[in-house]
């Protein structure tokens, strides 16, 4: 079946160390897109990648990194830069830059 | 960066009641999407809106793109238990957005029994 695919759903990791998240869909999507969700808030996007190779920064990207080598995936790292990195984390991608959007299930990230 | 006004923040109505919930802009926008969110997971797309005036419906679920191209509202009739989750209204302006989507903040839906 097709869809977008997060993992791990849980994960927990020491202060101080990089973490990678993994987003991978077969919809054939062009577009993907990272988003963070603290509790009782709405979404806020921290990269999106509209082709392979080449990606832009949303409204919160610093201290997280991403790659789009390709087309499938779209990985995002939280590095030890990032002041509050529990969250969590969605991944969503899109047939082109302007329709809709559909989620994976996400990455609930606790750092400790 | 800009998150869109979604009101009310939560709701807590009876089992087959109708539940009304908008969203609203200072900025125009060219699409509006509405998603349900259950614990614990990603959003899912229950409508998407993409002319003025646009009236929408998905079963029960009903949802219109504003005249003024600056609002929203969803509207769910007869409401079950299972409507219970968190709904988010997600939009892209027609101009300085880069075609990203901004989301509303959400409305908590509880049903009674």
């Known amino acids: 079946d097709g869809g977008i695919t997060q993992s791990p759903k849980y994960l927990f990791r020491k202060e101080g160390q990089n973490v990678t998240l993994s987003c991978e869909q077969n919809?054939?999507?062009?577009?993907m897109y990272w988003y963070r969700q603290d509790p009782g808030q709405g979404l806020r996007l921290i990269y999106y990648?509209?082709?392979?190779?080449?990606?832009q920064k949303g409204d919160i990207a610093e201290g997280y990194s991403v790659s789009r080598e390709k087309k499938e995936s779209f990985p995002l790292t939280v590095t030890s830069a990032q002041k509050n990195p529990t969250a969590f984390y969605l991944c969503?991608?899109?047939?082109?830059?302007?329709?809709?959007?559909?989620f994976g299930q996400g990455t609930r990230l606790t750092v400790v | 960066g800009q998150q869109l006004n979604q009101s009310p923040q939560s709701m807590f109505i009876q089992e087959g009641e109708d539940v009304s919930m908008n969203c609203t802009s200072s900025?125009?926008?060219?699409?509006w999407l509405w998603y349900k969110q259950d614990p614990g997971e990603g959003p899912v797309l229950l409508i998407a809106?993409?002319?003025?005036?646009e009236l929408t419906s998905n079963g029960r679920l009903t949802a219109q793109f504003g005249i003024t191209r600056k609002d929203s509202f969803l509207n769910i009739s007869a409401s079950i238990p299972s409507d219970v989750g968190i709904y988010f209204c997600?939009?892209?302006?027609?101009?300085?957005?880069?075609?990203?989507?901004?989301f509303g903040t959400g409305t908590q839906l509880k049903v009674e029994l």
């Open positions: 919809l054939n999507h062009d577009a």
């Open positions: 809106l993409y002319k003025a005036g």
């Open positions: 990648s509209q082709i392979v190779n080449d990606f």
């Open positions: 969503a991608s899109s047939k082109q830059r302007n329709t809709e959007a559909f």
């Open positions: 997600a939009g892209r302006r027609l101009t300085g957005g880069g075609n990203k989507l901004t």
């Open positions: 900025s125009i926008f060219n699409t």
